[in-house]
Antibody, heavy 124, light 111 residues
Framework: QVQLVQSGAEVKKPGASVKVSCKAS????????MHWVRQAPGQGLEWMGW????????KYAQKFQGRVTMTRDTSISTAYMELSRLRSDDTAVYYC?????????????????WGRGTLVTVSS | QSALTQPASVSGSPGQSITISCTGT?????????VSWYQQHPGKAPKLMIY???YRPSGVSNRFSGSKSGNTASLTISGLQAEDEADYYC???????????FGGGTKLTVL
């Protein structure tokens, strides 16, 4: 079954870090890019960045530069997103989302498979 | 403030057609054919409905269609059904540093 299974909900204090995992199954993990998108309560979607599981290359949205790190472990087909120096406005559901990889190796710009999301709550 | 502009809400009766607009600039919607649309029911993950402006993924009803003119993309849903009631988000590649931008979302109500 083609799916992305994310780790469970987290509660963190301001200033702490959180690491969310996203385990892929049913397809070739290194054949697709993995993007991360978040959604604050009652708000819209916000793109955070991508990782190329094949090369480990990453691209982050400027807003998160310096605070976000995306990694992967190809041996277990899992992508990770770590966000540091958490603030209350980082409270959101964090989604991993798969994007096809083009023949040239670049990411396509749509997300055809999503995880169910991981709620991260930042509160003192 | 979202980079792409969508109406906050639209509504229609069963069987009718509705169109949701998504307005950007020449650096995103107008500059590339990389607009996609997502449907999101409450408490669920988004679902891809349209990609690359007008392509439908396998399994998505042909009642959903996409188009683009200039800096504005559109999602049209024909033959509205109760199950179409959801939030809809557009997205586009952008040549700015952030790569991907989303619209603020449109709540579709089926009357």
């Amino acid at each position: 079954q083609v799916q992305l299974v994310q780790s469970g909900a987290e509660v963190k204090k301001p200033g702490a870090s959180v690491k969310v995992s996203c385990k892929a199954s049913g397809y070739t993990f290194t054949g697709y890019y993995m993007h991360w998108v978040r959604q604050a309560p009652g708000q819209g979607l916000e793109w955070m960045g991508w990782i190329n599981p094949n090369s480990g290359g990453t691209k982050y949205a400027q807003k998160f530069q310096g605070r976000v790190t995306m990694t992967r472990d190809t041996s277990i087909s899992t992508a990770y997103m770590e966000l540091s120096r958490l603030r209350s406005d980082d409270t959101a559901v964090y989604y991993c989302a798969r994007a096809p990889r083009g023949l040239g190796g670049d990411s396509y710009w749509y997300f055809d498979l999503w995880g169910r999301g991981t709620l991260v709550t930042v509160s003192s | 403030q979202s980079a792409l502009t969508q109406p906050a809400s639209v509504s229609g009766s069963p069987g009718q057609s509705i169109t949701i607009s998504c307005t950007g600039t020449s650096t995103d919607v107008g500059g590339y054919d990389y607009v996609s649309w997502y449907q999101q029911h409450p408490g669920k993950a988004p679902k891809l409905m349209i990609y690359d402006v007008s392509y439908r993924p396998s399994g998505v009803s042909n009642r959903f269609s996409g188009s683009k003119s200039g800096n504005t993309a559109s999602l049209t849903i024909s033959g509205l059904q109760a199950e179409d009631e959801a939030d809809y988000y557009c997205s586009s590649y952008t040549s700015s540093s952030i790569n991907v931008v989303f619209g603020g979302g449109t709540k579709l109500t089926v009357l």
